[in-house]
């Protein structure tokens, strides 16, 4: 079978509202990140704790992407920076333009960084442009290290992976050899940072890439 190759087609409409959101935020010196994985790999967890870190140096916020309720903003609002949130109402990812209007209810664009939280979902979200500037994503210990074989696009697609709750490899079967050669054979430049968001084993070292990322975008890159 002939596969056709996927490029970017600027006459969709998301891609071109997520260019211009990309580009909006560049001007106005704004870092966001979109954090993506599975349902339940620990996104709302990690980024409680990561905003918790960054609002000690930068003026951050959050935006929250759900099929329904509210529950995730209210967890990342109680690290005390400003969250939107955005319901799908049963899309599996999110859209620029949903971005966009969540960024403005949140003065998002007179912020130094955002991070987005999409929703939980292995296969859709990577497939959508949200005029991000760096995306990353979760894959959880307890997930399995058949995953990035199986669900290539998100692996392929991350400049940085999570790999959370180290805390359980005691007690599940994951193979981390197996998972990270299957990773790099897809994205040989891929981030890859051990984590546990309950312990924060491993957070330092993801709080410096983020941090790095955000002054550099400060000085204009
Ligand atoms: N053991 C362990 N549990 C975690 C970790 N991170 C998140 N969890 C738990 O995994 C579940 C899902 O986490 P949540 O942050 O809601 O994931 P999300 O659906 O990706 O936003 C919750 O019960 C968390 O307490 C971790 O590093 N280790
Ligand atoms: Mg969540």
């Known amino acids: 079978m002939t596969e056709i190759p996927v490029g970017k087609d600027l006459l969709d409409p998301n891609d071109r509202a997520a260019a211009a959101l990309r580009a909006r935020l560049a001007e106005r010196g704004v870092w966001m ?19 918790e870190r960054l609002k000690r140096r930068f003026r951050v916020g959050a935006v929250a992407g759900d099929l329904e309720t509210s529950r995730d903003a209210e967890r990342l609002a109680t690290a005390g920076v400003p969250v939107a949130q955005i319901n799908t109402h049963g899309a599996c990812h999110l859209e620029a333009d949903q971005v966009e209007r969540a960024l403005r209810e949140i003065g998002g664009f ?112």
């Open 33 to 51: 990140l979109n954090l993506m994985s599975g349902a339940g790999a620990g996104k709302t967890t990690l980024l409680v704790r990561t905003l």
């Open 110 to 221: 007179d912020l130094e960084a955002v991070v987005v939280e999409n929703v939980g979902n292995l296969v859709c979200p990577a497939e959508f442009d949200v005029g991000e500037t760096e995306r990353a994503m979760i894959l959880s210990v307890a997930e399995g290290h058949d995953k990035p074989a199986k669900y290539p696009l998100m692996f392929t697609e991350s400049r940085a992976l999570l790999l959370n709750k180290i805390d359980l490899l005691p007690h599940v079967d994951f193979d981390e050899e197996a998972a990270l050669r299957d990773v790099r054979a897809l994205n040989p430049s891929v981030e890859v940072f051990r984590t546990s968001a309950r312990t924060g084993e491993g957070m330092e070292a993801w709080y410096r890439w983020v941090e790095d990322r955000i002054l550099a975008r400060r000085r204009g890159a």
